[in-house]
Structures are given as structure tokens and as C-alpha cells.
DNA sequence: AAGATTACCTGAAGGC
DNA sequence: TGCCTTCAGGTAATCT
């Protein structure tokens, strides 16, 4: 499943890849991964350039320019800049953008591979100068949506509820963001409102490394745990980044290869399994509807109201005006 | 009103 | 073997 390090990694590519190439094509095999329509994608970049691939969270922003300025902001990328490419943007409607936004969802791929043979599941063949690029979705969850632009001419790379960037935010914000929550920490992390980008497997790996069980209520944690968490979330996706984002099921990079990650999972997925540090088995539990897995000795259960003997629970209520001031 | 649940999809895996 | 059910999870919409 496509998180951040893994639309991270397609980030890098298309910029490798296709920054300074123009969009001379598209074939369409299933329309309903364009929106508003295949017809408007088309009608809309066919036969402009690719200037600009920015990313927050797990939405990818391609931007499409023609003038001028396209030679500055392809010049800033030392792969793809080309005579023709330039000779052709040159002078006209100097500085005008158009915006795709990309989200992959759960088993959305790029690949940028000669060797490539689209199969049943591949939805769309971009031509970008001759150079074909697959999109392929087994599961059809992914969009590629025309975005527009707002009255300064800038486009949003995510919806406008989509919080920061993980890798981007500072503590203190997050930790703003996240203090006033009373959901399970879990919960919080995968909140894209919060700080985009987490997703299940990270949110796992990331508690786990942190020794903080996924029912913590966020508002009970003090603050050496939410920096421990922080940097915990930081840490592994920034080192899955390095190693080419985890392939669980369906996630492969540009190239077709499988990311390598997988082999540094702690927890996610290992429930059954004996913990890497204590030997425990590690354990598996819903949280927010989502699959939790950990260890239940290195991320000991938060301190609830429950009966000392199992014999006499009795429901009471609970502390909610716990003073923090 | 925040938190929980469901819809969207398909393939893999397990049960019988 | 093959049919059936369950599970996987990112996000938007719907429910409580």
C-alpha cells in the first residue's frame, strides 16, 4: 500500500523520468480513474509540458506548463531538459499552469519501464515524447483528478482538509494538532487532517519503535512519548524512503522493482510472530477500523479504569476533566 | 461534533 | 476441485 515513502519514491521518479518532457498522448482503457472525465484530462494536457511534480502526504501534484517560465522550472532539474522541449514552450502564454492530482490508494503503481506489458489492470498509457508510462490500479481506488488553480494561480497540492506533510511539520505543530485528541494515538497518526502521509503500516511501525500502545488516548500522553512517536514516524519512513518504500502486496516501484523495506518490519503483519527485542508474541487488535499489530510486553496497555479483580468490573466514570493547566 | 462505520474494488487465503 | 466467506486498507460519505 502506497504510503508516504512509497509516493515519495514516485515523486523522485517522475522527476527523474519525465520533468521537461511533453504529454504527447494518452490512451484511456478505464475512464474512471480520470476525473471530472477522461475527455477533460485529455482536452486539458495533451500537448503541454511537465514542469513541476510536488507531493504532501500521499498526493503527488503534476504540474503542466507551456512559456517561458517552463524554462526556468525545468532548469532546475538536471535530467530532462531538452532543445525541443524548451524551443516548443517558449513565448507562449507565458507562465500558465495545469495540475493533475495523482493519488494511488491502495494499489495504485507508475511504472516507467520499456519491459513493461500493461495487463487487464492497467488503466491509462501516458506518451510523454515517445516515452510511455503505465498507470495500474488492480483495485481502481486511485484518481488522477484536473485540479484548478486558486485566484493567485497557485494550485493546492491536496484537498484543503489534508493536513502538513509528515516530514515537513515541526514538532511543536504536531504536537498541537494532536494534544487535543481524546482517539486512540493510532487513530490520530492516520489521520490525514492531522499530518499527511502516515498510513497502516508506518502508524504500526512507528508505535512500535516509540513503545506506545495503539489505544492510548493521544490527550494522555505526555510529552517525551509524543516526541518519541514523532521522531519514531519520522525516522522509519524517512529510512523507507531510503529503501525504496515497502512492498507488502501490490506496491512496486517505477522500475517494477519491489521496495526492500518489508525485511525491517518490526510488527506490522508479524502478529503470532515473537517480538525482535522481547521475544513476546506480538498481537494483532482493531483500532479505527484498521488492523493494529504490537508487542504487548515493549507497548504496555495505557492505565485504564479496570477492576483489579476481573470479577467486580464495574463501569465508572471516567476521568475526562483531568486539569492540564 | 468527534469518532465510528460503510462504500468503493479486486485478489488472496482459508474453510468445507 | 471449487465455491463461499473473510480480509486487506485510503479516503469520502454517512451514521451515531
Keep these: 500500500m502506497p504510503e508516504l515513502p512509497e509516493v515519495e519514491n514516485v515523486a523522485l521518479a517522475l522527476r527523474e523520468c519525465l520533468v521537461g518532457r511533453r504529454l504527447t498522448g494518452m490512451e484511456v482503457r478505464f475512464p474512471g480513474v480520470l476525473e471530472p472525465s477522461a475527455e477533460a484530462v485529455e482536452e486539458a494536457l495533451v500537448g503541454w509540458v511537465l514542469v513541476k511534480v510536488r507531493r504532501q502526504g500521499k498526493y503527488l501534484l503534476l504540474e503542466f506548463g507551456e512559456g517561458d517560465r517552463c524554462r526556468e522550472d525545468i532548469a532546475g532539474y538536471s535530467g530532462g531538459m531538452r532543445e525541443d522541449v524548451l524551443a516548443h514552450s517558449a513565448g507562449i502564454e507565458r507562465g500558465y499552469r495545469r495540475a493533475v492530482c495523482l493519488h494511488l490508494r491502495m494499489t495504485g503503481q507508475i511504472f516507467v519501464d520499456p519491459a513493461y506489458r500493461p495487463d487487464q489492470h492497467t488503466h491509462l498509457i501516458l506518451d510523454f515524447d515517445g516515452l510511455p508510462v503505465y498507470y495500474r490500479d488492480i483495485r481502481k481506488f486511485g484518481r488522477l483528478a484536473l485540479v484548478e488553480a486558486d485566484a493567485d494561480g497557485v494550485f493546492a497540492v491536496a484537498p484543503p482538509h489534508v493536513g502538513p506533510d509528515m516530514l515537513e511539520i515541526g514538532f511543536a505543530a504536531w504536537r498541537e494538532r494532536v494534544a487535543a485528541r481524546r482517539a486512540p494515538i493510532k487513530a490520530v497518526l492516520l489521520d490525514q487532517g492531522v499530518a499527511a502521509g502516515i498510513g497502516n503500516i508506518y502508524a504500526d511501525e512507528a508505535l512500535f519503535r516509540a513503545r506506545v500502545h495503539p489505544l492510548t488516548p493521544a490527550a494522555s500522553l505526555a510529552d517525551p512519548d509524543l516526541r518519541r512517536i514523532f521522531n519514531a514516524a519520522r525516522a522509519v519512513m ?41 521475544g513476546e508474541t506480538l498481537a494483532r487488535l482493531v483500532v479505527a477500523g484498521r488492523s493494529s499489530h504490537f508487542c504487548p510486553r515493549c507497548q504496555p496497555a495505557p492505565r485504564r479504569r479496570k477492576a483489579r479483580r476481573p470479577t467486580t468490573t464495574r463501569p465508572r466514570a471516567s476521568r475526562a476533566s483531568r486539569d492540564r493547566s
Design 238 to 278: 524517512r529510512l523507507a524512503i531510503r529503501h525504496g518504500g515497502t512492498t507488502y502486496l501490490n506496491f512496486v516501484d517505477f522500475r517494477g522493482q519491489p521496495g526492500n523495506f518489508r525485511r525491517k518490519l518490526r510488527v506490522y503483519q508479524r502478529d503470532g510472530e515473537p517480538c525482535r527485542d522481547c
